[in-house]
């Protein structure tokens, strides 16, 4: 790394608190450059001017109403999967099992329309989808969570595997469901009768999703910035030693968290079937699980913070698939961009963090 | 009924990219990364593979196709690719100690991007009507067995018909095996990945042993898209095709308690689980084949609490797997 010399060249140390203007000033000027990088390599492939190629992932979210809208929604759903994870996140246990977690609530959901729909009233059913949907994801969720808690099984490993056996058990269902026969789809479920479709608030399709996380995104920041289950799940994660010796019960807590952690992307499997698709289909989730852990990240388990980086996320997605659109690209090229940019955010925690002190007086210092 | 000797064959080419993918999996992990980028890896191994046997192939239309550079180019594309990748995860996570889950997932966002993208512009490029290229020269070299395997009946068919990425896979995971357990760099690894802490007092140089075994680990992986592309698929690349292999490496990897030697039989086990629902006569009852889909990622999970509840100290994952290092932490 350096030459070896008496003294190395500069050495690493970790930073005290930084306020939060410069960190943000950090991922800031990250994010510029990792969009000028992208802008480049953009108009490398397209030939375009790089000042287009932004334009049109402006026009990817902003260009008519209804890109807004289904761009609020998108953030909405980001954003649910997101506050899922947090709290398990918060304690130091990496659920990277949200995609199968939501998923077992669409199933429990689209469960609940289909085979319920002749025998129950609409109200019921709609009812009855919130209650299973939320104890499926709750359940995801706590398979893991009981042997982590007593056998100390390696979470990250256990929810990743649930994700699949998840995205088995759907696809299984999309063939026994299947409508029309042998088209191994699902479909839209009852298109005619609408039962189990979540009422619209106006003619805003997708306003009742928003609301409903706006007010699940709130009540995660009070319950983990200002309860005693917030309090004791931040003690696990800082220490489990300390935790047991102020006399936390280390295992409840963790399965607790993560019945909670399970019960809210139950709730986003849920609204997606019931609010958003009226449909399952094993991508339904569209690896929001696995983005959800980048939001969560980068947002510091912030759940405020956290709005701004799943727009951030959704924005570029959205951005780049428009791109793709316009200058004809394959729309992989939209995960390329992403992947460049949370290279350069992810690099960027690192002078959060830590700063480089160099040799005597060197003067070149610019962190 | 259930045809044993077509069977097995279909499940070693099918476990092998599995066996590569986990064997660079389990070294990078006994050095303490867990690195979630392995499917973007095995993607961006692949398609770089692909760049270099395309432009091979169109250089050499009229004829000169020669076999051995046929081999070598991909190969070596191949490796450069996979070894990028591994010095960003590298970067990220050792030299700027970035959050490992969050850089794994970013790299297998990336990666699987990169490689559909340059899939999808080199079938542009090829002006082809089928959304996939054929690399069939290449292919036909890297799948070429030995002549007699043809001649020796049912054992040739177990044993000889593989091309010799397969044979070099096995060699791969056996001599990763021999260092991990039997040698003086090995223990140093190890070291590395259980306690980083008292690694650096004994004065191993803890970042150059993680930027080793996960470069390394990342190239091994690489291979394994290659095989997949050049003899599984004969040489087609189509986008996505891969599929959600890389996962399953990862699960082999828990599978067979960070032993790369018990890999190469529980590589084509997993290769058999995930084809047998070809085999095993469901009648028109679609459903039930993805049921049996399922399969490797149950066991995995089985495997995995087994192992934790039995305890035993040397089934463990490393102790500080995931964890990043820094020397002025306590």
Not at chain 1, 161 to 188: F, H, R
């Amino acid at each position: 790394m350096n030459k070896r010399t008496r003294e190395p060249l500069f050495h690493v140390v970790k930073r005290a608190a930084l306020p939060w203007y410069a960190t943000w000033g950090i991922r800031g000027g990250a994010l510029l450059a990792a969009l000028i990088v992208c802008g480049v390599i953009t108009s490398l492939v397209t030939g375009e001017n790089p000042l287009q190629v932004f334009a049109a992932i402006w026009k990817g979210s902003f260009g008519t109403v209804r890109k807004l809208w289904v761009l609020l929604q998108n953030i909405a759903m980001l954003l649910c999967v997101s506050l899922a994870v947090t709290p398990a996140f918060r304690m130091r246990c990496w659920n990277l099992g949200g995609e199968g977690q939501a998923l077992a609530g669409a199933l429990a959901a689209a469960a609940c329309m289909i085979c319920l729909r002749d025998k129950l009233p609409n109200g019921l059913i709609i009812l009855l989808m919130i209650v299973t949907s939320i104890l499926a994801g709750a359940l995801w969720a706590g398979i893991p969570a009981f042997f982590k808690a007593r056998f100390n099984t390696n979470e990250t490993l256990f929810t990743l595997m649930m994700n699949y056996v998840a995205t088995q058990l759907v696809a299984y269902y999309c063939v026994v469901w299947e409508s029309p026969k042998g088209s191994g789809n699902i479909g839209v479920i009852n298109p005619n009768t609408q039962i189990g479709w979540f009422p619209q608030i106006g003619s805003y399709k997708y306003l009742l999703n928003i609301i409903i996380v706006a007010v699940v995104c709130l009540a995660m920041y009070v319950y983990l910035n200002y309860s005693k289950h917030g309090y004791e799940l931040a003690v696990v994660g800082e220490s489990e030693r300390t935790a047991r010796y102020v006399g936390i019960k280390v295992d409840r807590v963790i399965i607790r968290t993560m019945l909670l952690s399970g019960a809210i992307c139950g709730l986003a499997g849920l609204l997606l079937v019931g609010s958003t698709h009226h449909t399952l289909t094993p991508t339904i989730v569209e690896g929001r699980g696995f983005t959800a852990v980048m939001v969560s990240w980068l947002a510091k388990f912030n759940p405020i913070w956290m709005i701004l980086t799943s727009f951030l996320l959704v924005f570029l997605g959205r951005g780049a698939s428009e791109i793709a659109t316009k200058f004809a690209l394959n729309s992989s090229f939209g995960d390329i961009l992403t992947g460049i940019i949370l290279f350069f955010i992810i690099g960027s925690e690192f002078f959060i963090n830590y700063q480089l002190k160099f040799r005597s007086k060197a003067g070149k210092e610019d962190k | 009924m259930f045809d044993v000797i077509s069977f097995i064959p279909r499940a070693v080419v099918q476990g092998i990219p599995l066996l590569l993918g986990s064997t660079g999996e389990t070294l990078t992990e006994k050095s303490g990364n867990l690195n979630l980028g392995i499917p973007g890896i095995m993607y961006v191994g692949a398609i770089s593979g692909v760049i270099g046997s395309f432009f091979y192939e169109q250089s050499t239309a009229s004829g000169g196709f020669n076999p051995f550079t046929g081999i070598l180019i991909p190969f070596v594309c191949c490796l450069i690719g996979s070894l990028l990748m591994g010095l960003l995860y590298c970067f990220l996570t050792v030299t700027l100690r970035a959050n490992q889950n969050v850089t794994g997932l970013a790299l297998t966002t990336f990666g699987v991007g990169f490689g559909n993208f340059f899939g999808g512009s080199l079938i542009k490029l090829s002006g082809s009507e089928l959304p996939s290229i054929i690399l069939s020269s290449t292919s036909y070299a890297f799948r070429s067995s030995l002549p007699v395997a043809e001649k020796l009946g049912v054992f040739g068919k177990l044993f000889l018909s593989y091309g010799f990425l397969a044979y070099l896979a096995v060699v791969i995971a056996l001599v990763a095996s021999y260092i991990l357990k039997r040698t003086r760099l090995g223990l140093h690894l190890r070291a590395v990945g259980e306690s980083p802490n008292t690694a650096d007092a004994a004065g191993i140089n803890v970042a150059r042993h993680k930027y080793m075994a996960t470069c390394i680990g990342a190239m091994i992986a690489g291979l394994g898209g290659l095989y997949y592309v050049m003899d599984y698929a004969s040489g087609v690349w189509s986008n996505n095709a891969f599929g959600d292999r890389g996962w399953l490496a990862i699960a082999l990897v828990i599978f067979t308690v960070w032993r790369p030697n018990i890999g190469v039989l529980a590589s084509f086990l997993f290769g058999g689980l995930y084809i047998v629902h070809m085999y095993i006569p469901s009648g028109m009852n679609l459903a039930v084949k993805e049921l049996y889909k399922m399969a490797p990622y149950v066991v995995t999970i089985i495997v995995l609490v087994l192992t934790s509840m039995r305890n035993k100290r040397e089934n463990q994952p490393p102790a500080s797997l995931g964890l990043p290092y820094f020397r002025e932490e306590r």
